[in-house]
């Protein structure tokens, strides 16, 4: 577990916490902070497992974790969540309640940090887009965190993620469900899910698939390895740019 966790926070995260040159410095300098990128790994990792433990130990106590004692269905409810960008599993998945079974999915869907072995739209994508919500029900017009400004072009590119990722993985799950009838829908959505993160959970249904099947979840663990934004980067050609500004507007949404 405690090698999953360290493969999902990022390499650049792990230097900053256990580097000798960053440890020495800490040590010469009890001031020195850690570096952004590492707060946000390491604050979004401790709540996502913290939070959805809980919620796990709650919505499977009944079922997957009722011939367990209390620390043994702690202790697997962590594991469970830990285990979102390593594949692993002690639980039976194809026995877990559907309200599991969705927070499951979300897990594998936001992954692991930025520079990390993990797949998914990433933590720091899921910190920025919920900074942003917060700053706007707060009526801020700067996005600030731990005392530093993001910028609004780091703003778009997360909505560009996490929106591209979203709608490939319905694209997905949509080709699925025509390539696959028989197969439940949600069986179909989890494994489509479990590609595009890169976890290898899976409910027992992947031997099942025909080949065009197969190959659509390969397309979407190749494109969840590399990331939506940068394999659309890749494809694009550069845009000109100019220098004129047409005028700020406002409209309705929502």
Request: charged content about 15%; hydrophobic content about 45%; proline content about 2%.
């Amino acid at each position: 577990m405690v090698l999953m966790v360290l493969g999902s926070i990022g390499f650049s995260t792990i230097r900053d916490l256990f580097g000798i040159e960053k440890l020495k410095m800490r040590l010469r300098y009890p001031w020195r902070q850690w570096e952004l990128n590492t707060k946000i790994s390491v604050y979004m990792t401790l709540a996502i497992v913290g939070v959805t433990s809980v919620l796990f130990f709650i919505t499977e106590s009944s079922s997957t974790l009722s011939g367990m004692k209390i620390s043994e269905g702690i202790i697997t409810s962590v594991f469970q969540t830990v285990t979102r960008t390593g594949g692993y599993n002690t639980v039976d998945i194809s026995q877990i309640g559907i309200p599991s079974l969705i927070m499951v999915m979300f897990l594998m869907f936001i992954g692991g940090s930025s520079a990390s072995t993990a797949g998914g739209v990433k933590t720091s994508t899921l910190f920025i887009m919920l900074l942003s919500a917060y700053t706007t029900i707060k009526g801020n017009k700067k996005l600030e965190a731990f005392k530093r400004n993001i910028s609004l072009e780091l703003l778009h590119k997360a909505f560009t993620i996490f929106g591209f990722a979203t709608l490939f993985v319905l694209t997905g799950i949509f080709a699925l469900s025509i390539i696959e009838p028989d197969i439940d829908l949600v069986d179909l959505a989890f494994e489509e899910i479990s590609a595009f993160g890169t976890t290898g959970l899976s409910r027992g249904i992947t031997a099942q698939l025909s080949d065009s099947g197969k190959v659509c979840l390969l397309i979407s663990m190749f494109v969840g390895r590399v990331s939506t934004l940068a394999l659309f980067f890749s494809l694009s050609t550069p845009q000109t740019s100019y220098s004129h500004k047409y005028p700020d507007t406002n409209f309705m949404i929502g």
